[in-house]
């Protein structure tokens, strides 16, 4: 997970939603929830600073409505997962955030 605490200044705020996109898509991808395998939407914020974690649900919102994150509604809550059509596009985003 990344180091928030070095971005202490205006820098943090222009990076932040770049690196938290990153940062989620890089999780899912670490845990293999790629298509049909997905996890619940209230539990992406896990592992983020406290005070980032509604910016989590608001990101996790965008990319699925980019088509990065596919939709699951579950009768026990909404799960998302990975899009393997976009795989291309989601490993180009975790490596121009985060190396």
């Known amino acids: 997970m990344h180091n928030w605490s070095k971005y202490n200044d205006g820098e943090f705020m222009k990076k932040s939603k770049t690196i938290i996109k990153a940062e989620l ?3 899912l991808r670490r845990r293999g929830n790629w298509g049909n395998s997905h996890t619940a939407f209230d539990d992406l914020p896990r592992g983020f600073p406290k005070d980032l974690r509604g910016s989590v649900k608001e ?4 990319l699925a409505k980019e088509g990065l994150l596919l939709d ?12 393997p059509q976009r795989k291309a596009e ?8 985060l190396d």
Request: aromatic share 4%; glycine share 8%.
């Open 25 to 27: 898509l890089k999780k």
């Open 59 to 62: 990101i996790a919102d965008e």
């Open 90 to 97: 989601i490993d180009r985003i975790i490596e121009e955030a």
């Open 72 to 83: 699951k509604p579950t009768g026990y809550g909404r799960h998302v997962s990975l899009n």
